[in-house]
């Protein structure tokens, strides 16, 4: 329905100005809650927190992820297809391999009796909990995301060639990515 | 002209672009176009029906509240039958009083401003005015909106809870509305509540990624940033705001989630409620409300924004005048936008707030005089010496600037935390956020409705009844909270249900009955607008040209009953600004028009 002129043409393409827009949007809301973290550790009755080895783990498969999609995303403006299947089946797997350990993480400290939720627990792990799961929900339709190009890469009826979904796939994966490595670094520095 | 125009005998049929109506016409389903459209013209009257829906249920809990303020010693016996043990013996109870004034706030403020006024006109005047097919992305500008329907069937169904709808105040602070032991509107129905708002959130941002988009990408040829109308940049600069302030209120509206059914404590600390004490410890309740007025305070320019872009437009229209300082208007708007981010604690004076850190909210709350006087200043020359049409859109424009005015100068008031103490509990609050925001906001919105209804439904709103309408809603806006300035003055406190045994306040007796009475007639007189709403819809005059107010902006030259698409050859370019009225003896000079050999500079 949309006629592109030559003068649109030129212009960012409105899907990928839309996913900035979100992801301005997406950062505010960690701003807030990293905000909102700052103003309660200064206040009385902080616990400091000790992060478990197994974070940086998923830190490490999250990043690598990245770097899978984006060589997938240059196989696919190659057209090596099958190469950009491997690729993006590898970063759904990583992403997903992020999210379980993640979820392993919180468990961890149940077991050195560190109260996340509930009578006894301490701001500074709510916050945790609280800041690392939305983060999570965000990589979560990531990968539904993700997900959904690879069953259309495998699909043989369509061939599509347009890179723009996959781009903007790619943009929003290398946010969150970023995010983590955002958020776990503040909540290193800031104990 | 201005005789035509009142009083409807137009027939100038323009049949130029009836012959290509069919360019765009397909079957769809009666699903597809009025349900899950994806047509952002459909979109906008599902968001003003909507908004019209709430606005009705939110008024009617006001006049509900204000029978309890102006007859505190009655008893109708009809409202226990309606609401049961809420009215027991015929009276509201404190309960029922309380939660009657939180949903009227949180209706009024969220789903009628905000959603039923952003969502139906950027909408609306997005695609139309910057000469696009339409939104972005329509797929997620369904989305938006039916996000807002799911915010709205929760939020409905929270009021038939048998525990009732939220109750805490519609800026719900804890630690009131994290513990249900504390009260039975802070139960189930503060859950619903905040379900709803997160849908609500998700209905926002959806939309405003979309206008922001589509504002930035997909304008016409021609169509430069400095020739938008100033609709336009009002709407872009309302979806700003609202993307970087809503997912803020978002977060702390998560974390308030998780205190009520997770048993953190991020708002709560040594609390003792009714014997017992509660575990939560190193919780602070004060988070909250930085976290929420850091949207709070954005959300009143996201109300107020689009109320006077669309106020700018009508006026310049119907002055047949161009706006008076273009530029001016665009940057104080901009002005506006960015002061909105910094001066939220200015809801905080009496928090116990660092009187020294209170001075540079002070300071900065009171900088935004400079912008607002700038706009209405350009307004009041807009009118200046203008050839005024009193159409019913442009009298609401006008009462839009009376009351920007009165609203504003008792913001200058509130503005200075050593005043604020006083007023903050008082009455002068309630008067002034009703004024400058409230009502002001309302006219502004129906500028819009009586103004572009023709290019909703091709047919326009009965003359007489606007008229009515808008006296009475002037003059009754004006009865009903002019006097509450002086009981504010005079201490009368805020969030009451009955000052009749209260010796310092029983002389407002007779005042208070004064101000009930006139808000039962003015609500009376919105009734009398939602007839002629949907009367009007049906069977009102039907538009018989395509352009009926003389105006130069693009929505204008779509046919009288455009189809999705818009325009149904090619989008027109633009060549103009669009406020040529009144230039080289001409009345209006259209966007779409070329700039002609011997044509005088631009102003």
């Known amino acids: 329905m949309a006629e592109l002129t030559n003068d649109q043409s030129r212009r960012i393409h409105p899907y990928k100005f839309t996913l900035w827009?979100?992801?301005?949007?997406?950062?505010?809301?960690?701003?807030?809650?990293?905000?909102?973290?700052?103003?309660?550790?200064?206040?009385?009755?902080?616990?400091?927190?000790?992060?478990?080895?197994?974070?940086?783990?998923?830190?490490?498969?999250?990043?690598?992820?990245?770097?899978?999609?984006?060589?997938?995303?240059?196989?696919?403006?190659?057209?090596?297809?099958?190469?950009?299947?491997?690729?993006?089946?590898?970063?759904?797997?990583?992403?997903?391999?992020?999210?379980?350990?993640?979820?392993?993480?919180?468990?961890?400290?149940?077991?050195?009796?560190?109260?996340?939720?509930?009578?006894?627990?301490?701001?500074?792990?709510?916050?945790?909990?609280?800041?690392?799961?939305?983060?999570?929900?965000?990589?979560?339709?990531?990968?539904?995301?993700?997900?959904?190009?690879?069953?259309?890469?495998?699909?043989?009826?369509?061939?599509?060639?347009?890179?723009?979904?996959?781009?903007?796939?790619?943009?929003?994966w290398h946010f969150v990515g970023l995010l983590w490595v955002y958020l776990i670094l503040f909540f290193n520095w800031m104990r | 002209m201005s005789t035509e125009i009142l009083h409807g005998h137009a027939e100038v049929v323009s049949e130029a672009h009836g012959e290509h109506h069919e360019g765009h016409h397909h079957e769809e389903s009666f699903i597809s176009k009025y349900v899950f459209s994806m047509d952002h013209k459909m979109i906008a009257r599902q968001f003003l029906i909507t908004g019209i829906i709430?606005?009705?249920?939110?008024?009617?809990?006001?006049?509900?509240?204000?029978?309890?303020?102006?007859?505190?010693?009655?008893?109708?016996?009809?409202?226990?039958?309606?609401?049961?043990?809420?009215?027991?013996?015929?009276?509201?109870?404190?309960?029922?009083?309380?939660?009657?004034?939180?949903?009227?706030?949180?209706?009024?403020?969220?789903?009628?401003?905000?959603?039923?006024?952003?969502?139906?006109?950027?909408?609306?005047?997005?695609?139309?005015?910057?000469?696009?097919r339409d939104m972005a992305s329509p797929f997620l500008n369904m989305l938006s909106y039916w996000f807002f329907f799911l915010?709205?069937?929760?939020?409905?169904?929270?009021?038939?809870?048998?525990?009732?709808?939220?109750?805490?105040?519609?800026?719900?602070?804890?630690?009131?509305?994290?513990?249900?032991?504390?009260?039975?509107?802070?139960?189930?129905?503060?859950?619903?509540?905040?379900?709803?708002?997160?849908?609500?959130?998700?209905?926002?941002?959806?939309?405003?990624?979309?206008?922001?988009?589509?504002?930035?990408?997909?304008?016409?040829?021609?169509?430069?940033?400095?020739?938008?109308?100033?609709?336009?940049?009002?709407?872009?600069?309302?979806?700003?705001?609202?993307?970087?302030?809503?997912?803020?209120?978002?977060?702390?509206?998560?974390?308030?989630?998780f205190d009520r059914n997770l048993g953190t404590s991020f708002y709560l600390s040594d609390i003792v409620v009714k014997g017992e004490i509660l575990p939560n410890e190193g919780g602070s309740a004060i988070l909250f409300q930085h976290l929420f007025w850091f949207l709070g305070h954005p959300e009143v320019y996201i109300i107020l924004l689009p109320a006077m872009g669309m106020v700018s437009e009508v006026l310049s229209v119907n002055s047949r005048k161009p706006i008076f300082g273009y530029l001016a208007m665009v940057g104080s708007l901009f002005a506006i936008a960015i002061l909105a981010f910094l001066v939220w604690a200015h809801h905080m004076f009496v928090t116990g707030l660092n009187p020294f850190l209170g001075a540079f909210f002070v300071l900065l709350t009171l900088l935004i005089a400079i912008p607002s006087a700038i706009k209405v200043f350009n307004w009041l020359t807009t009118l200046w010496r203008g050839n005024i049409r009193f159409t019913p859109a442009m009298l609401f424009a006008i009462g839009f600037v009376s009351l920007f005015i009165s609203g504003g100068l008792t913001g200058i008031f509130l503005g200075n935390s050593t005043l604020d103490i006083h007023l903050h509990d008082t009455y002068f609050v309630v008067a002034h956020f009703h004024i400058v925001m409230g009502v002001a906001s309302f006219f502004g919105m129906f500028a819009g409705v009586y103004h572009w209804f023709p290019k909703l439904y091709s047919r326009y709103l009965n003359n007489t009844m606007a008229y009515i309408h808008f006296w009475i809603t002037l003059a009754g806006a004006y009865l009903i909270f002019w006097p509450m300035h002086y009981e504010g003055l005079a201490g009368m406190p805020r969030r009451y249900v009955d000052y009749s045994s209260w010796e310092s306040f029983k002389m407002f007796a007779d005042l208070n009955r004064f101000i009930s009475t006139v808000a039962m007639i003015v609500f009376a007189a919105q009734l009398m607008f939602v007839f002629n709403f949907f009367y009007s819809i049906f069977k009102g005059r039907r538009l018989r040209t395509e352009n009926p107010?003389?105006?130069?902006?693009?929505?204008?030259?779509?046919?009288?009953?455009?189809?999705?698409?818009?325009?149904?050859?090619?989008?027109?370019?633009?060549?103009?600004w669009p406020y040529d009225y009144g230039k080289d003896g001409r009345e209006f000079i259209p966007q779409t028009e070329p700039i002609g050999k011997d044509e005088s500079a631009h102003h």
């Not at chain 1, 997900?147 to 796939?169: C, H």
């Not at chain 2, 032991?181 to 209905?203: P, T």
Request: charged content about 10%; overall charge positive.
């Open chain 2, 549 to 576: 107010w003389g105006s130069n902006t693009l929505e204008w030259t779509t046919p009288i009953h455009p189809g999705h698409g818009n325009w149904p050859g090619e989008i027109p370019e633009v060549h103009r």
């Open chain 1, 21 to 172: 827009v979100a992801m301005g949007s997406i950062t505010m809301m960690f701003a807030g809650l990293t905000s909102a973290y700052i103003v309660k550790r200064n206040q009385a009755n902080w616990a400091m927190l000790e992060l478990p080895v197994i974070f940086w783990y998923s830190t490490a498969a999250i990043l690598l992820s990245s770097v899978m999609l984006y060589l997938g995303v240059k196989a696919f403006k190659e057209r090596r297809l099958s190469r950009y299947r491997t690729l993006i089946s590898l970063t759904t797997l990583l992403g997903t391999l992020f999210l379980i350990l993640q979820v392993i993480g919180f468990y961890q400290f149940g077991k050195q009796d560190i109260k996340l939720v509930g009578a006894g627990s301490n701001p500074s792990y709510s916050f945790l909990l609280a800041i690392a799961s939305l983060h999570g929900l965000h990589v979560l339709g990531g990968v539904i995301a993700l997900l959904v190009l690879f069953g259309k890469a495998l699909s043989t009826k369509y061939r599509n060639y347009s890179s723009i979904p996959i781009e903007v796939a790619a943009t929003y």
């Open chain 2, 151 to 257: 915010a709205s069937v929760i939020m409905f169904a929270s009021l038939f809870i048998q525990t009732g709808p939220a109750a805490g105040g519609w800026t719900i602070y804890p630690p009131l509305s994290a513990l249900g032991q504390a009260s039975d509107g802070s139960k189930l129905g503060m859950d619903f509540w905040l379900i709803s708002m997160a849908m609500f959130i998700v209905s926002s941002l959806l939309g405003g990624l979309n206008y922001i988009t589509t504002i930035l990408n997909m304008r016409t040829r021609g169509m430069s940033m400095t020739r938008l109308p100033l609709t336009i940049w009002a709407i872009f600069f309302t979806a700003v705001l609202g993307v970087l302030s809503f997912p803020v209120l978002l977060s702390g509206a998560i974390l308030l989630l």
């Open chain 2, 54 to 132: 709430w606005a009705i249920i939110g008024g009617l809990f006001s006049v509900l509240f204000r029978l309890q303020l102006g007859y505190p010693d009655m008893s109708l016996p009809f409202l226990e039958d309606i609401f049961g043990r809420w009215a027991q013996g015929g009276r509201i109870t404190p309960e029922f009083y309380y939660a009657l004034v939180t949903m009227h706030g949180t209706i009024l403020v969220f789903f009628v401003l905000t959603a039923g006024l952003s969502g139906t006109f950027a909408n609306l005047l997005i695609p139309l005015q910057v000469g696009a």
